[in-house]
């Protein structure tokens, strides 16, 4: 072949490419949008997306017409079911893109973003205050409040522990991060074994294992804005990224610092992750399982992938809710379970497929 037609080769591989990954964010953003109302509109009270979207209109750009509608419709769409489902599809976007970036990081394909101990300190602080009142002072917020400062606490002790006598590495975060995260899950243990209250003791372990029970629309408001940011700065840094997923010589030739993308993205993605814990407790496997698809659909290039993960992730999620509220209505089930339906034969089929190679 000529070298003259190799860089039309080059840019034929690129268009199909964009194509391709234009292709898939449209048809993932229009999921998702048919996704809301859909979901919004699946209950104990079935009510038609017409009129969901029609309740979400006249609260969010004032559409007259809310005599069409009762009272009640309206507030189980504008206040239950609205807050619950735009929650899971934030919560779902943040972890799937924060296993993007720590699967790069640390150049390990079963990173995810638990790793880091934020999701056992968030389960601290939710269970001391679930099971003793510690942060009654912040009111309604009280538990949100303790589980993203149990969260934050979890973050800061990992990044102490991993600078002990020497620098911060992916590999040194790694290990305190589980080292943290097993030391945090027993402090909630003995918090669980110490309470006298059975149904508080419930209602930890319920939580542990994940759930949007709780949304509201204060909790969108922090959560959304952070996970906003947080995919805003990875978007920023994706070039680097792809320098990074190459090898820490291949970037430094590149200009980038592996060990201040590391530290930087590594404190972003945590922070993302503990306000998503904090208002949605431990739900595993998304942050594991969408970023393989998401690279089976577009390839490996960041400033691809990331996208489309975060869409996969909050559209998984709000179906993954969905089926949560509904499988044994009236009872609801964890949403960690059904997540984990899903994640862990892909798991399976992801260690067979690294054993193969």
């Known amino acids: 072949m000529s070298p003259a037609v190799l860089p039309a080769a080059d840019d034929l591989g690129r268009a199909t490419r964009r194509r391709r990954t234009a292709a898939w964010t449209g048809g993932l953003g229009t999921l998702l949008v048919l996704s809301v109302p859909l979901a919004v509109g699946l209950g104990p009270v079935a009510i038609p997306p017409g009129t969901v979207a029609a309740v979400l209109g006249h609260h969010l750009v004032g559409f007259p017409g809310d005599a069409a509608w009762g009272p009640a419709q309206d507030s189980i769409v504008w206040l239950v079911r609205a807050p619950r489902v735009l929650l899971g599809a934030v919560v779902g976007a943040a972890l799937a893109m924060a296993g993007v970036a720590l699967q790069t990081l640390v150049r390990n394909v079963l990173a995810e973003p638990y790793l880091l101990g934020v999701s056992a300190g968030a389960s601290t602080g939710a269970a001391a205050t679930i099971l003793f009142g510690v942060g009654s002072a912040l009111g309604g917020g009280a538990l949100t409040g303790s589980a993203f400062l149990g969260a934050l606490g979890a973050i800061g002790l990992v990044f102490a522990v991993a600078g002990l006598g020497g620098a ?53 408001a922090v959560v959304a804005p952070t996970t906003a940011v947080t ?127």
């Not at 097993?182 to 372990?205: C, H, K, N, W």
């Not at 060990?259 to 930087?264: K, T, V």
């Open 168 to 220: 911060v590495t992916s590999v040194r975060l790694l290990l305190a991060g589980v080292a943290v995260g097993y030391v945090l899950q027993a402090v909630t243990s003995f918090m669980i074994f110490a309470s006298d209250s059975p149904e508080g003791a419930r209602a930890v372990l319920f939580w542990l294992l994940g759930s949007l029970a709780r949304a509201d629309w204060a909790a969108v």
């Open 231 to 357: 995919l805003a700065l990875l978007l920023a840094w994706s070039r680097r990224f792809d320098a990074l997923a190459v090898g820490d010589d291949t970037a430094r030739a590149l200009g980038t610092d592996p060990a201040r993308l590391r530290l930087g993205a590594l404190l972003a993605v945590a922070l993302c992750t503990g306000a998503a814990v904090a208002v949605s407790g431990g739900i595993g496997f998304v942050g594991l399982v969408v970023p393989h698809v998401a690279r089976l659909c577009v390839g490996g290039a960041h400033r691809r992938v990331l996208p489309v993960a975060a869409l996969i992730g909050a559209a998984f999620l709000i179906w993954a809710d969905v089926v949560a509220r509904l499988a044994f209505a009236p009872r609801e089930l964890p949403l960690g379970i059904v997540t984990a339906v899903v994640g862990a034969p892909f798991l399976l089929v992801l260690v067979r497929r690294l054993r193969a190679a």
